[in-house]
């Protein structure tokens, strides 16, 4: 049986939009928030902390 939760909120105006998720073996999940170009852990207990930020491109030639 599955209970899903919500453990954290996150700041749009931050960038922090969510966009690929990997489960530890600990229950901690790690996030990608591509429009602020970081790495996340969040804990079970709803603790973020940044694991990488990437430094960013003036002038990304990406479609």
């Known amino acids: 049986m599955s ?3 919500i453990v954290a ?3 749009i105006t ?3 939009t969510p ?3 990997v489960l530890e073996p600990d229950g901690s999940a790690d996030l990608t928030f591509s429009a602020a170009r970081q790495i996340a852990n969040v804990t079970k207990q709803g603790h973020t902390r940044i694991l990488a ?3 960013a491109e003036p002038n990304p030639q990406t479609p």
């Open 3 to 5: 209970h899903p939760r």
């Open 9 to 11: 909120h996150f700041d």
């Open 14 to 16: 931050k960038g922090q």
């Open 19 to 21: 966009e690929n998720i």
């Open 53 to 55: 930020a990437l430094p």
